[in-house]
């Protein structure tokens, strides 16, 4: 039986990334069709967007995809096209696991932390009003008249929605992960002491969803500045966090960097009947099409995609390659050895045939 997969190479380094996770996947034997689809930046020219309809429609239809990551401009042009993603297929929870592999340069050792993101709303639900625009000025006057609160003229406005259903969503997600994968506690992580309607809504809805699994699964509370330094300082503390989109996004970042960076750190992006599979880290358009970056994290996101359609023993199998490529330590990209000017180290597409020789 082959399976029908969605291919979304992305731009950037995304199509030297992909390409080493296809090959991968291919090596452990699972049959695949992949239904190569463009997205991202250099394909605005040609469809007039950079999420054209048939990639949703691929997705939608495959319910399957491994995406590499897309460019989104900064401070102005289009809105991020892994957001709309997300939000359209309401892949509703982001899944990352971060665990430490033997071999890598860190300064933390046997970490194995999950990140559980919500993935669709919050300050990324993409509510923004600009700076002088005529409906920015309208919303100002109503916030002062409906609150007596002063907002300065010259203010930009984003909108940061939590709901009920969407905390419910993630909460339950991350107890029920917690559940299956044997793990003791939950962090629950927001700012609620200052957002008190939003992040203290996550916190009220979350706590009723801990009495359903007292006895099973632990429950805890931490504001996201405490959980920076408690990370930094005594990560072995902590389980699985879960987390509304924003810190969860920056607290994915932060665990990806205890156990050797973003080159090695993968995700998952899953709704009730699509799973979307990419590594955290983004496009890094400087290192574009010079075989250079680590297809790691790529190829630990196809693991998990490979995991989550059933294929456990080829996901073990390919995550075994990966520990041992990453243990000996030889054949690795620029990042994993100990000086970034190192001649030993080896390209995005040799790292992924020693992993494919390691199979
Ligand atoms: P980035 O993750 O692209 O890169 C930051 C730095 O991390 C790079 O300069 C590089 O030093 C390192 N890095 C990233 N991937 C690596 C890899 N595979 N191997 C080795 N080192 C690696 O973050 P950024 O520079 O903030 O963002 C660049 C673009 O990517 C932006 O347009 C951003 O919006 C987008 N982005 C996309 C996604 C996604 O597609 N899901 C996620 C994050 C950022």
């Known amino acids: 039986m082959a399976y029908n997969i969605t291919l979304i190479p992305g731009d950037g380094?995304?199509?030297?990334?992909?390409?080493?996770?296809?090959?991968?996947?291919?090596?452990?034997?699972?049959?695949?069709?992949?239904?190569?689809?463009?997205?991202?930046?250099?394909?605005?020219?040609?469809?007039?967007?950079?999420?054209?309809?048939?990639?949703?429609?691929?997705?939608?239809?495959?319910?399957?995809?491994?995406?590499?990551?897309?460019?989104?401009?900064?401070?102005?042009?289009?809105?991020?096209?892994?957001?709309?993603?997300?939000?359209?297929?309401?892949?509703?929870?982001?899944?990352?696991?971060?665990?430490?592999?033997k071999g890598v340069r860190s300064k933390?050792?046997?970490?194995?932390?999950?990140?559980?993101?919500?993935?669709?709303?919050?300050?990324?639900?993409?509510?923004?009003?600009?700076?002088?625009?005529p409906e920015t000025k309208k919303i100002i006057e109503q916030i002062e008249k409906g609150t007596g609160k002063k907002i300065l003229k010259?203010?930009?406005?984003?909108?940061?929605?939590?709901?009920?259903?969407?905390t419910k969503k993630i909460v339950n997600f991350a107890f029920e992960y917690a559940l299956k994968h044997n793990r003791k506690k939950v962090t629950a992580v927001t700012k609620a002491n200052i957002l008190k309607f939003t992040d203290g809504l996550f916190y009220e809805v979350a706590r009723g969803i801990a009495k359903k699994y007292e006895g099973k699964v632990e429950y805890e509370e931490r504001l996201i500045d405490n959980m920076c330094m408690q990370l930094v300082q005594k990560p072995e503390l902590y389980d699985v966090l879960v987390l509304p989109n924003l810190y969860g996004d920056i607290i994915s970042d932060l665990c990806a960097g205890l156990v050797g960076g973003l080159g090695i750190a993968p995700g998952a992006n899953l709704g009730k009947e699509i799973a979307v599979f990419e590594a955290i880290h983004g496009s890094a358009p400087k290192y574009k099409g010079q075989n250079k970056v680590n297809p790691t994290a790529m190829i630990l996101s196809s693991v998990l995609m490979l995991d989550w359609i059933g294929e456990k023993e080829a996901a073990k199998k390919l995550d075994n390659a990966v520990a041992k490529v990453i243990?000996?330590?030889?054949?690795?990209?620029y990042d994993m050895k100990p000086h970034r000017d190192d001649p030993t180290a080896v390209g995005t597409s040799q790292m992924a045939d020693t992993i494919i020789k390691a199979l």
Do not use: H
């Open 154 to 166: 010259d203010s930009g406005i984003s909108i940061k929605p939590i709901s009920v259903t969407g």
């Open 13 to 101: 380094i995304g199509p030297e990334v992909v390409e080493s996770a296809r090959r991968c996947v291919e090596a452990t034997g699972v049959k695949v069709n992949w239904d190569v689809q463009e997205a991202g930046i250099d394909v605005m020219d040609k469809y007039g967007t950079p999420l054209p309809d048939q990639v949703l429609d691929s997705i939608k239809k495959n319910k399957i995809a491994l995406k590499g990551p897309i460019t989104t401009p900064i401070g102005k042009g289009f809105r991020s096209v892994n957001v709309a993603i997300r939000q359209k297929l309401d892949l509703y929870a982001c899944l990352r696991p971060t665990k430490s592999y």
């Open 108 to 133: 933390y050792e046997n970490i194995n932390l999950i990140v559980v993101r919500e993935n669709t709303e919050d300050l990324y639900a993409g509510i923004e009003f600009e700076l002088n625009k």
């Open 327 to 333: 243990a000996e330590g030889k054949s690795v990209t």
